[in-house]
């Protein structure tokens, strides 16, 4: 199931990558180019960008994203060829042809302070009250092309209006410099297809359909465009300044849940290189800053699998034996709330085929001010749940007007890794320094099924171990748990486990062939969707689907900036994480026995996990009013 | 329609209003083979007439090497240029000449449909192309094994513009056939091997078109008597302006601009704009310099200025233009051309120093070598050249010496 050929993507924006021919030798496959003095060979192809780099010549880039198909529009990379008139953007020039670069010379440097120079004079703003500072590519540009006067003057009045409509994404079309990368990320990465350039010459700007506020438009929240921006102006919506009023109210019980990605990805915006797990020393920090309890929401995440997982043996019994028709299968995952935002606006016939178990977030709140009140002794009124998420779309989520099967709203903010460490920078945290420590009880340190669900597969990984070892009474055939199948950035995943030898409470599932895929992003659902809808997945049982491009780690909340090997390094730390673990399936997690034993009484998907645990979903469609 | 226009000016010229039967470069085509119709187009030395001056021949070969299942022929009937209107005339008048030229190119590089992208405003001819390419149709010199040439199928389509000035640029002309915002593409590759859906693609201009069946029947050889040695052949003026006969005027290449200004009658002329808004104004001690590739080049426009204009004025209203007609995609031709504005209004309220012009000036060079498209890359000629050719009065005369209203 390879990569769908793009048909929004002009072909000539479509970044002109040739693989590296194997055999080097191969006649054509390889150029002879000479970069400034310096003589190198590259595959056909190559563009200049990629030469450059990898001779390690700095070519600076704005609108040029790996994940993104090319642009050239912002002409920041603009090089000198021997014997072409005018300029040539490196990220879209493939090399062809035995060709001279230069990529120094009087006419490339000052066409490039030019740009910079024109973009500062149409950015309104300033550095110092942006939460981009430090980490803005315009502001890396005016630093590297020495800019110590605005030449064509600067913007000194807001030309638009800030869209905070949404409770997730947040556009300051003032600060924008129309690179489009969330135009290409919302079109072409995500296939939603909600910004677009809007107007022409000096009022061209990016909008929505009839520049709606993005609340009215079928944005799945996902904040992939976040990530992508290089300016602030597409930022999350930070609840931060209410968290903090709750932590200084002594009558308020704070409560934060911490997902696995946000750990994963934290130490980032603290200047370590990605791939290390900071889940100890997060733990101390937000002790620190005044959070009362500091819970896993692996712990949910346990749950949630549980719960998913019985309700997939249900369907299937119910499919298999009683031959209900009217059971739907596969069942799709629902604990990303993009993807369910997505399927609500895209697929809105198709709601039946979602789990109806809440996501990990919402259990958390829903346990926490019922379960937890309880225990603790305290009026759910008086607790305020925060959760730590990788994600925009969260935001969304806890603010869903059914969310609030407690009786209080669930979670009262979701808060995304980035708005967490301003956060501890703001307490005068340094958080790598921190010694560790751990989770507080009731709920304690989760399985390693939980921990892995913040990459994509990992809750497949995760429910996989369970029902396998359910039906079968034994463990997942895979070495050390590990079911590669499950893991990998492939965009749509396809794979099977057989049930055999099963124990007697599931002998109709004897001899079945279990049928799952693995998508992440929603341009992949939409091929998975394609599918169901051309009846090709009816052998299928269970389909996880996580809105964002790596699933949660490669989250809109997370640190910017984003690649694929960032997210990959996240999907390291994750898995180590994970094996170092004492208990890696969800139902050895202790506290879950304990909260089925003492708490949600009547077992998995019974009457009160209904009440709290379970979900319905609205038909959204796409028209807007 | 056709009365009015031709009551204006007595249309004749010694290439493409020269006599010719319709189909009759067709025919002649479809009798020799393809390399000889590229042989005769390359012996022409025919160059692109919608101002850029690409050699059609070059154009068409590398279509022609390209391999694909599909190949495009595109008519740019976009004229958006201002002051131009000399493919109007040719749409109207002689649409035997380009369609003929876009079936002769169809049988060369190997396309079966050609399409034609006419300006939005241009509407009222569609009824008028459509009786045309139907009557060729009944003729077979459209459709299926054409002229009983076996295998030869090719068709034309008309298909509309929305007013984007953008859009006359090839790729952006490109992406608004495809249903997309007019933006041009990056190139290369270029769209003789990825145009049009991602097929090989010709875009030629109207009036390169019409030249092609007076080529084909008449021969290279005879189209390169007329002109001169870098620009071949004869050239359409769309003349407009302050001259007693504006109009439309075939004349060789090589023309000297005062013999056209005493062509059309213009007195006490000042400047002449060449080539529309995207062109260069010369003043009168350049009058001498000839209408050509290799010096005065255009796209047909000439428009003339005499001495009672203000140039601060006219460069004005041509920056205005850029300004709304950018495509606002890349950086130097969104907010370069709006920086070039402001320097002009800043130059009328007499608030500027001669530094600052000379950045602007400076930012229009590199808006010329880094925009993505010619739309960008020309918009300063204008800035530049007016403000050079002419900074005794917008300097001087106005009595707007410099910051203040005084010179520095």
Redesign the interface.
């Known amino acids: 199931m390879g990569k769908r050929n793009n048909l929004r993507t002009p072909v000539s924006q479509r970044p002109h990558v040739v693989p590296k021919p194997t055999d080097t030798s191969y006649i054509g496959g390889m150029v002879s180019v000479q970069i400034n003095e310096k003589k190198v060979s590259v595959p056909l192809g190559t563009t200049i960008l990629e030469a450059c780099k990898e001779n390690q010549i700095h070519i600076p880039t704005l609108c040029n994203h790996d994940d993104l198909c090319v642009a050239g529009v912002c002409r920041i990379c603009v090089v000198e060829v021997e014997g072409m008139r005018t300029l040539q953007t490196a990220c879209t020039f493939p090399i062809t042809a035995p060709i001279k670069i230069h990529t120094s010379t009087p006419m490339v440097r000052k066409a490039r302070r030019h740009i910079v120079d024109l973009l500062l004079s149409e950015h309104y703003g300033e550095c110092y009250s942006c939460f981009r500072n430090e980490n803005c590519e315009l502001q890396t540009l005016a630093k590297e092309y020495g800019v110590d006067e605005y030449t064509f003057g600067h913007i000194n009045s807001p030309r638009h209006e800030i869209d905070n409509s949404s409770t997730s994404v947040i556009r300051d079309m003032n600060k924008c410099v129309l690179c489009k990368r969330c135009v290409r990320t919302c079109i072409d990465l995500q296939e939603v297809g909600v910004l677009e350039a809007l107007n022409r010459g000096h009022d061209t700007k990016v909008g929505t359909f009839l520049d709606k506020p993005l609340a009215d438009v079928i944005c799945i929240y996902c904040g992939q465009c976040i990530n992508r921006c290089p300016t602030g102006a597409l930022r999350a919506n930070d609840p931060s300044d209410d968290i903090w009023d709750a932590i200084d109210d002594p009558t308020k019980h704070v409560v934060i849940q911490t997902a696995p990605s946000p750990r994963a990805a934290i130490g980032e915006e603290f200047g370590i290189e990605p791939g290390k797990s900071f889940t100890g020393e997060l733990n101390t920090a937000l002790k620190r800053i005044g959070f009362d309890k500091v819970f896993d929401t692996n712990f949910t995440a346990d749950l949630t699998i549980i719960e998913e997982g019985t309700e997939l043996l249900n369907r299937l019994k119910k499919a298999l034996v009683d031959k209900d028709e009217s059971v739907k299968l596969p069942q799709f995952t629902s604990c990303s709330p993009g993807w369910i935002k997505f399927i609500e606006h895209f697929y809105p016939e198709y709601l039946d085929y979602l789990s109806t178990a809440k996501s990990p977030q919402q259990m958390f709140g829903a346990i926490t001010k019922t379960f937890y009140a309880q225990q603790a002794g305290i009026d759910s009124v008086n607790i305020v749940t925060v959760a730590l998420m990788p994600c925009s779309a969260k935001k969304f989520e806890c603010n869903r007007p059914e969310m609030n099967a407690s009786g209080y709203k669930d979670v009262d903010y979701g808060l995304t890794t980035r708005e967490m460490a301003k956060m501890i920078k703001e307490a005068g945290i340094y958080l790598p320094e921190m010694p560790k420590s751990h989770f507080d009880d009731p709920f304690g340190e989760a399985s390693g099924a939980g921990l892995i669900f913040g990459a994509t597969g990992g809750v497949m990984e995760a429910a996989l171990r369970t029902v396998y070892e359910l039906v079968t009474g034994r463990v997942v055939p895979f070495d050390n748990l590990r079911i590669e199948p499950c893991r990998g950035f492939e965009g749509v995943k396809q794979a099977s486990v057989k049930l055999e030898r099963c124990v007697e409470k599931y002998n109709f599932l004897e001899g079945v062939e279990l049928k799952f895929i693995v998508a992440h992003g929603t341009a992949n659902a939409k091929i998975v969707m394609e599918m169901l809808k051309r009846g090709e997945l009816s052998d299928v049982h269970f389909v996880e689907i996580m809105a964002c491009p790596g699933g949660c780690l490669g989250g809109g909340g997370q640190p910017i900036p984003t690649s694929e090997e960032i997210r990959k390094k996240r999907a390291q730390a994750i898995y180590e994480e994970e094996e170092s673990l004492p208990i890696r399936k969800s139902h050895e997690n202790p506290h879950i026995k304990y909260i089925y034993e003492n708490f949600l009484t009547e077992g998995p998907c019974g009457e009160l996990s209904h009440k709290l645990l379970h979900t319905h979903y609205t038909k959204r469609g796409k028209y807007i009013s | 329609m056709e009365l009015v226009i031709e009551e204006k000016i007595k249309r004749t010229g010694p290439v493409i209003f020269s006599e010719y039967q319709a189909g009759e470069g067709i025919r002649k085509a479809l009798s020799i083979n393809r390399q000889d119709v590229l042989f005769e187009l390359k012996a022409s030395g025919l160059k692109g007439r919608g101002g850029a001056g690409f050699p059609t021949a070059t154009k068409w070969m590398l279509s022609a090497a390209a391999v694909a299942d599909k190949k495009f022929i595109v008519c740019n009937a976009d004229e958006g240029e201002p002051g131009t209107f000399k493919d109007r005339v040719l749409l109207l008048e002689y649409p035997k000449l380009i369609f003929d030229g876009m079936v002769v190119g169809g049988y060369t590089i190997g396309a079966k449909t050609g399409i034609v992208y006419l300006r939005g405003e241009y509407e009222f001819m569609l009824e008028h192309l459509e009786s045309c390419l139907e009557k060729m149709r009944n003729e077979n010199l459209l459709g299926k094994n054409i002229l009983g040439k076996e295998g030869f199928d090719f068709d034309i389509k008309i298909r509309f513009g929305s007013g984007?000035y953008?859009c006359g640029e090839e790729?952006a002309l490109i992406?608004s056939l495809?249903g997309?915002?007019g933006e041009p593409?990056?190139?290369?590759?270029y769209p003789v091997n990825?145009g049009y859906?991602?097929y090989p693609t010709v875009v030629n201009n109207v009036e390169t078109l019409a030249a092609i069946p007076h080529i084909i029947t008449k021969g290279g050889e005879w189209f390169k008597q007329h002109g001169t040695d870098k620009s071949t052949g004869s050239k359409l003026f769309s003349v407009s302006g302050d001259c007693e006969k504006p109009g439309v005027y075939e004349l060789p290449w090589g023309t000297k601009i005062s013999e056209l200004l005493e062509l059309v009658g213009a007195a006490n002329t000042k400047a002449v704009q060449v080539g529309g808004a995207s062109g260069i104004c010369l003043p009168q001690s350049q009058f001498d310099r000839v209408l050509a590739y290799e010096d005065a080049a255009t796209g047909g426009s000439i428009m003339i200025f005499n001495e009672k204009r203000s140039m601060l004025k006219v460069l004005k209203n041509f920056m205005e233009f850029?300004?709304?007609?950018?495509?606002?995609?890349?950086?130097?031709c969104?907010?370069?051309?709006?920086?070039l504005l402001?320097g002009v209004e800043r130059i009328e309220k007499g608030n500027y120093t001669f530094a600052y012009i000379n950045?602007l000036k400076?930012?229009g060079k590199?808006m010329?070598?880094?925009?993505?498209c010619g739309l960008g890359?020309s918009s300063p000629n204008s800035f530049i050249s007016i403000l050079e050719n002419f900074k005794e009065e917008i300097f001087h005369t106005n009595g707007n010496g410099g910051y203040d209203g005084k010179a520095k």
Do not use: D, Y
């Not at chain 2, 010329?368 to 993505?372: D, E, G, L, P, W």
């Open positions: 984007a953008v790729t992406e495809e997309h915002r593409r990056n190139r290369p590759p990825t859906l991602g850029f300004v709304e007609e950018s495509c606002g995609q890349c950086t130097p969104r907010v370069g051309n709006i920086k402001e950045t400076e930012l590199t010329q070598v880094a925009s993505k890359q």
